[in-house]
């Protein structure tokens, strides 16, 4: 691998038209967040859904918030420079590599997504940032996704990456087996790498849990709210930090917090895991 950081890699394999009235995870996403990059098909689907859930925003911060302090923590307490952001979304909003170079100016940041717009604005985004890139890739197929050549260019699978997968596995049905991707991802990586995963979690028969599922399929085409168990078998075969898998805003927050958050904002859980 080259030791200067590359330039981007000229393709046309994703140059495509972008579909403003179709609504995207990436964008819908964006709107949770309060940020700009969306269009209206994008608001309405995330209006509905705050309609069944109105603390939906506020989760999605919190998985904001929780992304901030994993980076951190990685970047400047175990000593990770490299991350690769998988379903990543929007590259704004205050996101993996604003926070990975200030903990480390070395970091290397890849977001992957299968959205174009969000190749076409982090690329306008990420120009002046020569140790971060973007990817249109789907992450359905992981094995593409690591062989991609601007992947290898900013990443050395020879050396410890973070894995995230952060609020994109809950997209993906059983039958296309996000377990199975979990486990190639983690194949590819040395010891010492580490998973991040949060999904929406179903921790009780609340009402709001259905009603949710059933919005993001009818809305989005995906959905797929899963058990305790079913996030821990993403973890099989990893170290899960303390404090474990837990409702977002309790990891390792930066002001102690109580256990006492309502049932809608444990709708998402998380943790993250160091391969041994």
């Not at 704004?92 to 940041?109: G, I, K």
């Not at 900013?154 to 377990?179: R, T, Y």
């Not at 991707?181 to 609340?206: E, H, K, Q, W």
Request: charged share 25%; net charge negative.
């Amino acid at each position: 691998m080259p030791d200067e950081f590359h330039q981007p890699i000229a393709t046309d394999e994703f140059h495509q038209p972008i579909a403003t009235d179709v609504p995207t995870a990436a964008r819908v996403y964006d709107v949770m967040l309060n940020g700009k990059d969306n269009f209206e098909a994008d608001r309405e689907v995330a209006e509905a859904s705050l309609a069944i859930m109105p603390e939906l925003r506020d989760i999605a911060l919190h998985n904001r918030a929780m992304l901030h302090r994993v980076v951190r923590h990685l970047a400047a307490e175990e000593g990770i420079t490299q991350f690769l952001d998988l379903g990543s979304g929007l590259p704004t909003v205050r996101n993996t590599h604003e926070v990975a170079l200030e903990a480390n100016p070395d970091a290397r940041v890849v977001y992957v997504d299968i959205d174009p717009i969000v190749l076409a604005h982090g690329r306008a985004i990420l120009a002046d940032n020569p140790g971060t890139t973007v990817v249109t890739a789907d992450l359905r197929e992981p094995n593409e996704v690591l062989d991609h050549p601007e992947v290898r260019a900013l990443i050395d699978f020879d050396k410890p990456v973070c894995v995230m997968l952060v609020g994109i596995l809950h997209h993906l049905s059983d039958e296309e087996d996000p377990a199975g991707i979990v486990r190639v991802l983690r194949d590819a990586v040395p010891s010492g790498s580490y998973m991040f995963i949060t999904n929406f979690t179903r921790l009780s028969d609340a009402p709001e849990s259905a009603a949710l599922e059933k919005q993001l399929l009818q809305q989005l085409g995906t959905g797929r709210v899963r058990t305790p168990t079913e996030l821990a078998g993403f973890f099989d075969g990893l170290e899960v930090l303390n404090p474990g898998l837990v409702p977002l805003p309790l990891w390792r927050p930066d002001t102690p917090v109580t256990d006492t958050t309502p049932v809608d904002v444990r709708f998402m859980t998380g943790g993250v895991g160091r391969k041994p």
